[in-house]
């Protein structure tokens, strides 16, 4: 592994290994990565796997185009046939599948978008493409449609083929129009004069798509999606036929069977979920009866709000019983079962109150106890206490915890206070025995003990001890008044000792201050302050003189210590001005460019001599040179400092150099066996500027590093050199491909030629420098045909968008159009207007790319806006028709069963149990205004009252369903005619007729 893999993204490393596995677990939105891995890894597996995740088309395809490996190529063009075949399947818009299916050639992928896409347009179009014969036969095995495969047949003509399909094919029609075919084939003399329509191509025989459909709904299996199923089939409806349409009874009568029948499978479901929704409800009944929790009444409420929104009266009768007992009966069990809970609680409850009410009466007598410090009378009262609490043993935790927590508070209390009963006598006995000893030593040595002050103090301290310990305290009394006493015998024999010392030491201060006053005239710095300083700690030295005398002494000799001290004040000011004007520079100097100018060593030198200087003249009071000194300290480290981080930066750059310039000569050793001569000669000239501009480096590794890198530069320009007339010979030979491919373009070709031309100029740059003689010559002779073909390319592709600009202003009319119409009420016309301007859209080359789909949408959405209406309009008319031909219906039926009731000889016996029903129903209801008992003539005057109504509302209602109208009429007309043959003489009822045919 080299050193720059650590620095490098992992689809980047050497090993092409861990690139493969990088590739693998990139997503598809890292196009532009997976773009450069394709072109540039050299791995085939690589650029295979990271062509798998792209899904750029365009970039798919320039890829396809051009030349390398033939491997990787074919996988690109297997990614891009794989993305338009998934375009394809999942496409909404039939015109954009189209758009994507022209640009496929490929029979296999042809083959499996024919075979897995639900539209028979595609299919179609599909097989239109394909001519290997057997692609078609597989196709027509697998349920390709009549469309397509009438299609299909038309493009077979080998017997062996056609009878495969006429055998295997999915469609009945398509087996029997390759039958067909295969008999011409086979039997010339026949040539086929059949009327047999079904066979002949879906173009020839309109009502074969309309028959298809109208099979796939009447073989419609029902399930969740029957309804929305049912809906695309209407549209699919509405689309191939138009106005009384011959199969429309067909369509309308199976697409009512499916409505039927999916709400026959909706009962069924919705009634399994009521009874598994019952038995859950009646399980958690049971479990809460049984558990029995706190919250056990409002998951009740819960289950019962549930069982009423169950609804199970929708059951049959006696499952409705059923469950309705049991959910009754777990209500009366749980109800039950709470009351004897209840009465459980409320027992436990009181036990519970008396308990702890005894309990909370210790606990407040133990913690009035805690806080009582009459300790003996206390300790009785614990006794008690405790034994009361032991017999009531207790189990609350927190009581417990009570109880205990005031005992031991007291325990504490008391024994806190013994304690310091006991540490107070003992510090007042250490107290009275540390007293003694002090009086005891200040008697023994009274020149350097207590001052007498102190002295009075103790014996005040020792009248005030002691309290706690009297007999102590007698006992050692007169051990302390004997000390006393011998101290103050003591200080009076050394006061007057102390005079005749006082007069000596002022000879001494006398000698010192005039040392002082000698080195003040003198005028010297160096040193002085070393002698002052020595004279003041010898006048420290020496004890206090005469009272008298004490002032004047003292004013001489400090005196004469500050006109010293000042003078080598002054003098150290001057020094630490010279010290200022020589690190003015390096403060000055923040970056390291300005630190360069800077002689660190000769200013070292310098300030080094200025602070011998300052040394020499010595210490001076802290008060008098406090700043001075620590402004001179801080000054002097601050340069020093700033020398060390000079030199400090200047190693760490030249480190930092060693490290880059390490690098350098890694990358160009690594490149210096490159044959990609353009991109590697740029590198290395790019690695030789980068060495120039890195600074300098440690003197050890400059050389050895120098000789490493100019040695892999040399190589590599050595075999560049000796390319060059290789290379002269591949640019001539892409000089003549171009000059091949541009001799004669047509306009067809220019894109395939501009992307083979941009192929080989992507071939020219990887290409290696030729001999300096030939290099414009060559140059000159490859890139002038490549300008003309752009040159005449982009005339052609200005031409292309103003055509399909035009094109464009052509949709945009037909769009206004289409928008304009969907609004209309004009079924027939604006249908047909309609479809003609869609045929003319077809008609239509594309139009500008960034705008052709915006008016697809609009053009579509408004022919879609259109036919949904004429769909709802005609789906309302026939549910109006529906309407009335009940109403008729009704009315034959009362025709009938009044004809039954005055004429029950001459009305036959209808075959139809539920049509009986109904009629002895309404029969029921005119025997009580229609018959009158013992006069015919009424009756017959009021059943012919009876039948002009019947007859006035007949004519009231509107039309019926066409293929009904005549069976509705013939039987509203064969019950009227029961009246006419048996009381036509009576002239009251008259025969009844059709809309048109005249009046009543």
């Given at each position: 592994?080299?050193?720059?893999?650590?620095?490098?993204?992992?689809?980047?490393?050497?090993?092409?290994?861990?690139?493969?596995?990088?590739?693998?677990?990139?997503?598809?939105?890292?196009?532009?990565?997976?773009?450069?891995?394709?072109?540039?890894?050299?791995?085939?597996?690589?650029?295979?796997?990271?062509?798998?995740?792209?899904?750029?088309?365009?970039?798919?395809?320039?890829?396809?185009?051009?030349?390398?490996?033939?491997?990787?190529?074919?996988?690109?063009?297997?990614?891009?046939?794989?993305?338009?075949?998934?375009?394809?399947?999942?496409?909404?818009?039939?015109?954009?599948?189209?758009?994507?299916?022209?640009?496929?050639?490929?029979?296999?992928?042809?083959?499996?978008?024919?075979?897995?896409?639900?539209?028979?347009?595609?299919?179609?179009?599909?097989?239109?493409?394909?001519?290997?014969?057997?692609?078609?036969?597989?196709?027509?095995?697998?349920?390709?449609?009549?469309?397509?495969?009438?299609?299909?047949?038309?493009?077979?003509?080998?017997?062996?083929?056609?009878?495969?399909?006429?055998?295997?094919?999915?469609?009945?029609?398509?087996?029997?129009?390759?039958?067909?075919?295969?008999?011409?084939?086979?039997?010339?003399?026949?040539?086929?004069?059949?009327?047999?329509?079904?066979?002949?191509?879906?173009?020839?025989?309109?009502d074969g798509e309309a028959a298809e459909i109208c099979i796939r709904l009447e073989n419609m299996p029902i399930s969740e999606n029957s309804l929305n199923l049912l809906a695309e089939i209407r549209e699919q409806w509405q689309q191939v036929s138009g106005e009384n349409h011959p199969l429309e009874t067909r369509f309308q009568t199976a697409a009512?069977?499916?409505?039927?029948?999916?709400?026959?499978?909706?009962?069924?479901?919705?009634?399994?979920?009521?009874?598994?929704?019952?038995?859950?409800?009646?399980?958690?009944?049971?479990?809460?009866?049984?558990?029995?929790?706190?919250?056990?009444?409002?998951?009740?409420?819960?289950?019962?709000?549930?069982?009423?929104?169950?609804?199970?009266?929708?059951?049959?009768?006696?499952?409705?019983?059923?469950?309705?007992?049991?959910?009754?009966?777990?209500?009366?069990?749980?109800?039950?079962?709470?009351?004897?809970?209840?009465?459980?609680?409320?027992?436990?409850?009181?036990?519970?109150?008396?308990?702890?009410?005894?309990?909370?009466?210790?606990?407040?007598?133990?913690?009035?106890?805690?806080?009582?410090?009459?300790?003996?009378?206390?300790?009785?009262?614990?006794?008690?206490?405790?034994?009361?609490?032991?017999?009531?043993?207790?189990?609350?935790?927190?009581?417990?915890?009570?109880?205990?927590?005031?005992?031991?508070?007291?325990?504490?209390?008391?024994?806190?206070?013994?304690?310091?009963?006991?540490?107070?006598?003992?510090?007042?006995?250490?107290?009275?025995?540390?007293?003694?000893?002090?009086?005891?030593?200040?008697?023994?040595?009274?020149?350097?003990?207590?001052?007498?002050?102190?002295?009075?103090?103790?014996?005040?301290?020792?009248?005030?001890?002691?309290?706690?310990?009297?007999?102590?305290?007698?006992?050692?009394?007169?051990?302390?008044?004997?000390?006393?006493?011998?101290?103050?015998?003591?200080?009076?024999?050394?006061?007057?000792?102390?005079?005749?010392?006082?007069?000596?030491?002022?000879?001494?201060?006398?000698?010192?201050?005039?040392?002082?006053?000698?080195?003040?005239?003198?005028?010297?710095?160096?040193?002085?302050?070393?002698?002052?300083?020595?004279?003041?700690?010898?006048?420290?030295?020496?004890?206090?003189?005469?009272?008298?005398?004490?002032?004047?002494?003292?004013?001489?000799?400090?005196?004469?210590?500050?006109?010293?001290?000042?003078?080598?004040?002054?003098?150290?000011?001057?020094?630490?001005?010279?010290?200022?004007?020589?690190?003015?520079?390096?403060?000055?100097?923040?970056?390291?460019?300005?630190?360069?100018?800077?002689?660190?060593?000769?200013?070292?030198?310098?300030?080094?001599?200025?602070?011998?200087?300052?040394?020499?003249?010595?210490?001076?009071?802290?008060?008098?040179?406090?700043?001075?000194?620590r402004d001179f300290q801080e000054e002097c480290n601050a340069f020093f400092e700033k020398r060390r981080a000079f030199y400090r930066r200047q190693d760490e750059k030249r480190q930092e150099n060693l490290k880059r310039k390490t690098a350098i000569c890694e990358k160009a050793e690594a490149l210096s066996g490159s044959r990609d001569w353009n991109?590697?000669?740029?590198?290395?000239?790019?690695?030789?500027?980068?060495?120039?501009?890195?600074?300098?480096?440690?003197?050890?590794?400059?050389?050895?590093?120098?000789?490493?890198?100019?040695?892999?530069?040399?190589?590599?320009?050595?075999?560049?050199?000796?390319?060059?007339?290789?290379?002269?010979?591949?640019?001539?030979?892409?000089?003549?491909?171009?000059?091949?491919?541009?001799?004669?373009?047509?306009?067809?070709?220019?894109?395939?030629?501009?992307?083979?031309?941009?192929?080989?100029?992507?071939?020219?740059?990887?290409?290696?420098?030729?001999?300096?003689?030939?290099?414009?010559?060559?140059?000159?002779?490859?890139?002038?045909?490549?300008?003309?073909?752009?040159?005449?390319?982009?005339?052609?592709?200005?031409?292309?968008?103003?055509?399909?600009?035009?094109?464009?202003?052509?949709?945009?009319?037909?769009?206004?159009?289409?928008?304009?119409?969907?609004?209309?009420?004009?079924?027939?016309?604006?249908?047909?207007?309609?479809?003609?301007?869609?045929?003319?859209?077809?008609?239509?080359?594309?139009?500008?790319?960034?705008?052709?789909?915006?008016?697809?949408?609009?053009?579509?959405?408004?022919?879609?806006?259109?036919?949904?209406?004429?769909?709802?309009?005609?789906?309302?008319?026939?549910?109006?028709?529906?309407?009335?031909?009940?109403?008729?219906?009704?009315?034959?039926?009362?025709?009938?069963?009044?004809?039954?009731?005055?004429?029950?000889?001459?009305?036959?016996?209808?075959?139809?149990?539920?049509?009986?029903?109904?009629?002895?129903?309404?029969?029921?209801?005119?025997?009580?205004?229609?018959?009158?008992?013992?006069?015919?003539?009424?009756?017959?005057?009021?059943?012919?009252?009876?039948?002009?109504?019947?007859?006035?509302?007949?004519?009231?209602?509107?039309?019926?369903?066409?293929?009904?109208?005549?069976?509705?009429?013939?039987?509203?007309?064969?019950?009227?005619?029961?009246?006419?043959?048996?009381?036509?003489?009576?002239?009251?009822?008259?025969?009844?007729?059709?809309?048109?045919?005249?009046?009543?």
């Amino acid at each position: 592994m080299a050193l720059t893999d650590f620095m490098k993204p992992r689809w980047k490393h050497s090993n092409p290994e861990i690139r493969l596995k990088a590739v693998q677990e990139m997503k598809e939105d890292e196009n532009e990565v997976l773009q450069e891995i394709a072109i540039t890894d050299g791995d085939p597996d690589v650029r295979m796997e990271a062509i798998g995740k792209i899904r750029d088309e365009h970039f798919l395809q320039d890829f396809a185009a051009s030349k390398g490996d033939s491997a990787v190529i074919r996988a690109a063009a297997a990614r891009l046939h794989h993305i338009w075949k998934e375009k394809i399947l999942s496409a909404q818009d039939t015109e954009q599948a189209k758009a994507v299916l022209a640009q496929i050639g490929e029979p296999d992928i042809l083959s499996a978008i024919a075979n897995e896409t639900e539209d028979p347009d595609i299919r179609f179009l599909a097989v239109e493409k394909i001519s290997d014969p057997e692609h078609l036969c597989r196709i027509a095995e697998n349920n390709c449609g009549l469309k397509a495969g009438l299609a299909i047949v038309e493009k077979l003509d080998s017997p062996a083929d056609l009878r495969f399909v006429s055998e295997k094919a999915s469609n009945k029609k398509v087996k029997k129009h390759a039958r067909c075919k295969l008999d011409r084939l086979e039997n010339p003399q026949k040539n086929g004069n059949t009327s047999d329509t079904s066979a002949l191509p879906a173009q020839e025989n309109p009502d074969g798509e309309a028959a298809e459909i109208c099979i796939r709904l009447e073989n419609m299996p029902i399930s969740e999606n029957s309804l929305n199923l049912l809906a695309e089939i209407r549209e699919q409806w509405q689309q191939v036929s138009g106005e009384n349409h011959p199969l429309e009874t067909r369509f309308q009568t199976a697409a009512a069977g499916v409505e039927k029948r999916y709400a026959a499978y909706e009962h069924a479901a919705h009634q399994q979920k009521i009874r598994i929704e019952a038995r859950n409800i009646c399980s958690e009944m049971e479990k809460l009866k049984t558990a029995m929790p706190e919250d056990a009444p409002g998951q009740m409420e819960k289950l019962r709000l549930r069982w009423q929104a169950c609804d199970v009266s929708l059951l049959p009768a006696q499952e409705t019983r059923k469950q309705t007992e049991d959910f009754e009966k777990l209500t009366a069990a749980f109800f039950l079962a709470c009351e004897k809970k209840a009465e459980r609680d409320r027992a436990a409850e009181k036990h519970r109150r008396e308990e702890e009410e005894k309990i909370e009466f210790l606990c407040e007598q133990a913690e009035a106890l805690s806080s009582d410090t009459q300790w003996a009378s206390a300790e009785e009262k614990w006794k008690d206490l405790n034994a009361q609490w032991e017999k009531e043993n207790v189990s609350d935790t927190a009581a417990a915890a009570r109880f205990r927590k005031a005992r031991e508070h007291w325990q504490q209390e008391r024994e806190i206070f013994t304690e310091k009963q006991k540490k107070e006598a003992a510090a007042q006995e250490k107290h009275l025995r540390e007293l003694c000893e002090k009086a005891e030593t200040a008697c023994s040595a009274p020149e350097s003990g207590i001052p007498e002050p102190d002295m009075r103090s103790l014996q005040q301290e020792w009248r005030e001890s002691g309290e706690l310990i009297p007999e102590l305290k007698n006992e050692l009394n007169p051990r302390f008044q004997k000390a006393c006493d011998s101290f103050f015998s003591r200080q009076r024999e050394l006061r007057e000792n102390m005079k005749w010392e006082r007069w000596a030491n002022l000879n001494q201060k006398e000698e010192i201050c005039l040392l002082a006053e000698s080195a003040a005239r003198s005028g010297e710095s160096e040193g002085m302050a070393e002698i002052i300083r020595e004279a003041q700690k010898k006048w420290k030295s020496i004890g206090p003189v005469p009272k008298e005398n004490s002032g004047e002494i003292w004013k001489r000799f400090h005196a004469a210590c500050d006109e010293v001290y000042h003078r080598c004040l002054a003098q150290k000011k001057e020094i630490y001005a010279r010290l200022l004007a020589l690190t003015e520079p390096a403060e000055a100097a923040d970056a390291d460019d300005s630190a360069k100018d800077i002689h660190w060593t000769d200013t070292a030198e310098k300030i080094k001599e200025i602070q011998t200087c300052w040394n020499a003249i010595g210490s001076l009071p802290l008060g008098l040179e406090k700043d001075l000194r620590r402004d001179f300290q801080e000054e002097c480290n601050a340069f020093f400092e700033k020398r060390r981080a000079f030199y400090r930066r200047q190693d760490e750059k030249r480190q930092e150099n060693l490290k880059r310039k390490t690098a350098i000569c890694e990358k160009a050793e690594a490149l210096s066996g490159s044959r990609d001569w353009n991109r590697t000669a740029a590198e290395l000239r790019k690695l030789q500027r980068e060495w120039k501009e890195t600074g300098p480096v440690p003197r050890s590794e400059g050389d050895m590093l120098w000789a490493g890198f100019r040695a892999a530069c040399d190589r590599f320009f050595e075999r560049l050199k000796a390319e060059e007339p290789e290379n002269l010979k591949k640019k001539e030979a892409l000089c003549l491909q171009v000059e091949e491919l541009t001799r004669a373009v047509q306009d067809e070709d220019m894109e395939e030629t501009g992307r083979e031309l941009i192929g080989l100029q992507k071939e020219w740059k990887e290409i290696g420098p030729v001999p300096a003689a030939s290099a414009n010559a060559v140059w000159e002779r490859f890139h002038v045909p490549c300008d003309a073909f752009f040159s005449r390319r982009k005339a052609y592709f200005r031409q292309r968008d103003e055509e399909r600009s035009a094109n464009q202003a052509r949709k945009e009319e037909l769009t206004r159009r289409a928008e304009a119409l969907a609004g209309s009420t004009l079924w027939k016309e604006t249908a047909d207007e309609l479809k003609t301007l869609q045929q003319e859209w077809k008609n239509i080359g594309p139009a500008v790319r960034k705008t052709e789909q915006e008016l697809w949408t609009r053009f579509r959405g408004a022919c879609d806006a259109f036919f949904q209406r004429r769909k709802d309009f005609f789906a309302e008319k026939d549910r109006s028709r529906l309407e009335n031909l009940k109403k008729k219906e009704w009315l034959c039926c009362c025709l009938e069963a009044l004809a039954r009731l005055l004429m029950p000889e001459n009305t036959p016996d209808s075959q139809n149990p539920v049509a009986t029903a109904e009629h002895l129903h309404i029969a029921l209801d005119y025997k009580e205004t229609i018959l009158v008992p013992g006069n015919p003539k009424e009756s017959w005057d009021r059943a012919r009252q009876k039948v002009m109504e019947i007859q006035k509302e007949w004519k009231s209602i509107g039309p019926v369903p066409q293929e009904k109208d005549e069976e509705i009429w013939k039987r509203f007309r064969s019950a009227a005619d029961i009246f006419f043959t048996s009381r036509s003489e009576s002239g009251t009822i008259r025969k009844p007729a059709r809309e048109g045919e005249g009046k009543e």
